[in-house]
C-alpha cells in the first residue's frame, strides 16, 4: 500500500497541473462559443487535430522509450542526451520543410488566405517537441513538484494571452483607451489565430524554463543507443498515430462525410461538448504522469503484477465516479457553453464519458507489452482500433451525425480492452480483479440510468446519487478487507 499511497501523491501533483490547465482551458469554452460561431469553432478543431498527429509524428515514442532504457543498463543521461538530440535534429528539418510549403499545407487544410497560422502552428510543435525529454526527465527523477509548476507557468501564460486578445483588446478598443498600443499588437479581424500566438508564446516560455535541464546534457549521441531507441519506439508511434486516430480522426470525418453547409457547425458543436469529457481526460492525463514511470520502475519487482491488477481495481472506482458525476451534474456543467446552439450535442456526454473510462483502463492493460518489449503488439491493438474507428465513422456519420463518431469511440476502446486482455493472457498474465471492476461500472452505469429516469435537476438529488455510489465502494473495499484478512 505504500507504494500505491507513492503513485497517489505522484499522480496527485501531476494533476495539480492537468486539472487546473484542463480547468482554466475548459473556462474559455464560454470565451470561444461566445465568440466565435460553430463554423468557426470547427475551423480550430480541425487544425488542432492536425497538430495531434504531427507531434505523435515528431516524438516518434521516444518518450516512452525513454522511461524503458533509463531503467536499463544504458543510463538516463546517455539515452537523455541521445533521444533529445535525435528530436533536436528532425524538429529543424520539419521547422525549414513545412516553412517553405505553408502555402500549400494552408491550401490542404481549408486555411487558403492563412499560411500565417501554419507557420505558427509549427512552431508551436517544434517548442513542444523539444520539451519532450526534459518533462520525462523531470517524471523519472520524481521532480513532480517542478514539472508542475512549469506547466502551470505554460497554463498561465497561455490564458492570461487568450483573455488579452479576446477580451482586454476589444473592450480598450471600444472604450477608445491607449489606441495607439492596441491597434499595433491587434487585428480585429485575426479570428482564432489569437489562439495560436497566445500558444505559440506559452510553448516559447515553457522551453525556456526547462533550459537548466537541457544545458546539463552532455551532449553526446550514442548510435547503439538510438538504434535500440527507434527499435523501441517505432511501434508506438504506429501506435500512437493510431490513437490520434481513434482519438480525433472523427472531426476529419464529420467535415468530409456531412454536407459542406452544415459540416463544420457539426464539428464544431461535437467538439464543444466533447470538451466536457475534460474532468475525465484530465484525471486520465495526471494517472499516465505517474503511472507509466511507476509501472517501469515496479517490472522487474516480484509483486509487479499484483500492484499492476491493484492499481487498475482503483483506477476503475474513481473513474466510474467521474462518469457519474459529470452525467448527474450536467443541467449545472452546460452552462459553460455559452451559445445554446451548441447544447444540440450534449447527448455525446455520457457516451464519450464511457469511451475515456474504457481508454484509461487501456493504458493500464497496456503495461504488459510495455515491461516486456513487445511494443508491436501496441501497434497492433491501436491500428486495429483505427480501423474500427474509420469504418464505424464512416457508416455511422451519413446516418447519426456525430452520434455516430460518439459510438465508434465507445466501441472502439471497448474492443481495444478486450484484445489487450486476450493477448496479455498469453504473454503476460496479469490477474485483475475483474468481480470488484464490474462491480463499480455496474453501479455507476445503474445509477446513471435510475437518474435519467429520475431527472431531477435539484442539486441534492444529484448529490445523492454520487453519494450513493461513494458508500457503495467503501462498502465493498471494506468486505473485500475482512475477507482477505480472515484468509
Known amino acids: 500500500m505504500s507504494i500505491i499511497k507513492k503513485l497517489v501523491g505522484q ?3 501531476y494533476g495539480l497541473s492537468s486539472i487546473v490547465g484542463r480547468l482554466l482551458n475548459f473556462l474559455l469554452v464560454p470565451l470561444y462559443t461566445g465568440i466565435f460561431a460553430p463554423e468557426e469553432y470547427g475551423v480550430l478543431s480541425v487544425l488542432m487535430t492536425v497538430v495531434a498527429f504531427a507531434m505523435v509524428v515528431l516524438t516518434y515514442g521516444f518518450e516512452t522509450a ?8 544504458e543510463g538516463s543521461e546517455k539515452v537523455m542526451s541521445t533521444g533529445f538530440i535525435s528530436l533536436l535534429i528532425t524538429s ?10 505553408s502555402k500549400p499545407i494552408a491550401n490542404l487544410l481549408h486555411v487558403p488566405e492563412h499560411p500565417n497560422f501554419i507557420q505558427w502552428l509549427v512552431w508551436i510543435l517544434v517548442l513542444d517537441v523539444l520539451t519532450t525529454l526534459p518533462f520525462a526527465k523531470l517524471r523519472v527523477d520524481h521532480r513532480a513538484w517542478r514539472f508542475a509548476s512549469i506547466r502551470l507557468v505554460n497554463i498561465t501564460v497561455n490564458i492570461g494571452l487568450n483573455l488579452f486578445f479576446y ?14 498600443f492596441v491597434e499595433s499588437i491587434y487585428d480585429p479581424t485575426m479570428g482564432i489565430g489569437y489562439i495560436f500566438i497566445s500558444n505559440l508564446i506559452a510553448s516559447a516560455v515553457m522551453l525556456l524554463l526547462l533550459t537548466p535541464e537541457i544545458f546539463r546534457l552532455k551532449f553526446s549521441f550514442d548510435f547503439t543507443v538510438w538504434k535500440k531507441m527507434v527499435k523501441y519506439g517505432f511501434p508506438l508511434l504506429i501506435g500512437g498515430l493510431a490513437y490520434v486516430t481513434n482519438e480525433m480522426a472523427d472531426r476529419l470525418l464529420l467535415e468530409h462525410l456531412l454536407s459542406e453547409d452544415v459540416a463544420t457547425a457539426q464539428v464544431g458543436i461535437y467538439s464543444a461538448c466533447y470538451k466536457i469529457a475534460i474532468f475525465m481526460t484530465l484525471f486520465i492525463q495526471a494517472f499516465r504522469y505517474g503511472a507509466e514511470p511507476f509501472f517501469f520502475a515496479q517490472a522487474q519487482k516480484t509483486d509487479a503484477k499484483e500492484k499492476y491488477a491493484l492499481v487498475m481495481r482503483y483506477f476503475i472506482a474513481f473513474t466510474a465516479f467521474i462518469f457519474l458525476a459529470i452525467n448527474v451534474f450536467i443541467d449545472v456543467i452546460k452552462n459553460f457553453i455559452r451559445d445554446e446552439a451548441y447544447h444540440e450535442g450534449l447527448d455525446v456526454v455520457p457516451i464519450l464519458l464511457l469511451a475515456n473510462l474504457f481508454l484509461g483502463m487501456y493504458y493500464n492493460l497496456s503495461v504488459w507489452y510495455k515491461v ?17 474507428t474509420i469504418v464505424l465513422n464512416i457508416l455511422l456519420i451519413p446516418i447519426m451525425s456525430y452520434m455516430g463518431s460518439a459510438w465508434a469511440t465507445l466501441i472502439c476502446y471497448a474492443s481495444m480492452c478486450i484484445m489487450s486482455y486476450l493477448f496479455s493472457r498469453r504473454h503476460y498474465p496479469i490477474y485483475y480483479e475483474w468481480k470488484y471492476i464490474s462491480f463499480y461500472m455496474i453501479c455507476a452505469l445503474s445509477l446513471f440510468y435510475i437518474w435519467t429516469l429520475w431527472h431531477d435537476n435539484h442539486f441534492i438529488m444529484s448529490s445523492m446519487f454520487c453519494i450513493t455510489y461513494i458508500f457503495s465502494v467503501i462498502a465493498l473495499e471494506k468486505r473485500k478487507k475482512i475477507s482477505t484478512f480472515k484468509h
Not at 525513454?66 to 543498463?73: A, G, L, R
Open 11 to 13: 499522480t496527485a501533483i
Open 372 to 388: 516486456s518489449e513487445k511494443t508491436r503488439f501496441g501497434a497492433y491493438l491501436s491500428v486495429s482500433g483505427a480501423l474500427i
Open 167 to 180: 477580451l482586454l483588446c476589444p473592450y480598450l478598443l471600444k472604450q477608445r483607451v491607449a489606441l495607439n
Open 66 to 73: 525513454f522511461f524503458h532504457y533509463t531503467n536499463k543498463e
Open 92 to 101: 529543424l528539418l520539419f521547422l525549414v520543410f513545412s516553412s517553405c510549403y
